[in-house]
């Protein structure tokens, strides 16, 4: 079994974790207001799902009996006020509908899926954070905290974080003829390379040149000059093969 992955401290709002492999994920960490308006969209869908759900009891209770619907209807709000976002945390990968809007993610702060006791835990203490009105004390723990957490997610160990975009892979312009490098490249190298290609309308021209010139020993197998020389290869291991 291999270790648990290992939290960074944070900087400003960004947030790391390495794994056991050494590889370091960063994520940004979710301040009060995006928060506060995912809560915000929870609490309209509660309020809704509730109103309609004792709109559908009371017709019930002509046939099954009012003391019963009024019981049923107690029991359903416990569930939908406790439950409501341990559902969501746990089984729609840490997201409310609220936090989805918003891009916002519960996880562990070691970078893995909130589980089941954790998002049990960090909801049961929604109350003290409510207090000691309108989250009081958790709006006051998210603002003392460096990963903006609130006493729930202190207490169990969780983080909001908004959720990592897919980056569109990068495709070499159709100016550039892919080349092959003249031998085998780390798996470091190669993406510096690739970098290098991608910020070829950004670094400037001579800037670039500069920089292709320290790599003589890659660069001095072409003719081109040495920052068009590396723009091919980028170009042929960012997948452009010709």
């Known amino acids: 079994m291999s270790a648990p992955s290992k939290p960074i401290q944070a900087t400003d709002s960004s947030y790391a974790v390495e794994t056991p492999e050494g590889v370091r994920i960063h994520f940004e960490c979710a301040g009060p207001f995006p928060r506060m308006a995912a809560t915000m969209i929870d609490f309209l869908i509660q309020g809704l799902i509730m109103i309609v759900f004792s709109m559908g009891i009371g017709f019930l209770g002509a046939v099954i009996g009012f003391s019963v619907a009024q019981g049923l209807q107690a029991i359903f709000v416990f569930l939908m006020m406790w439950f409501y976002y341990v559902f969501f945390e746990v089984y729609r990968n840490g997201q409310t509908p609220g936090k989805k809007v918003f891009h916002l993610q519960v996880m562990d702060v070691r970078g893995t899926p909130i589980t089941l006791a954790k998002s049990i835990l960090r909801n ?49 312009p159709q100016s550039i003829t892919p080349r092959q490098p003249p031998f085998p490249l780390t798996l470091e190298e190669q993406r510096a390379i690739i970098a290098f290609t991608e910020r070829q309308n950004v670094i400037p021209g001579g800037l670039s040149e500069e920089l292709a010139a320290h790599l003589k020993e890659l660069t001095k197998h072409n003719q081109a000059s040495a920052s068009e020389t590396l723009y091919a290869y980028g170009a042929w291991l960012a997948g452009g093969r010709p």
């Open 124 to 172: 049961l203490l929604r109350i003290a954070d409510f207090l000691p009105f309108v989250y009081g004390f958790g709006l006051l723990s998210i603002l003392n905290t460096s990963r903006f957490q609130r006493l729930g997610d202190l207490v169990a160990g969780t983080i909001v974080v908004y959720v990592p975009q897919a980056q569109t892979p990068f495709k070499a």
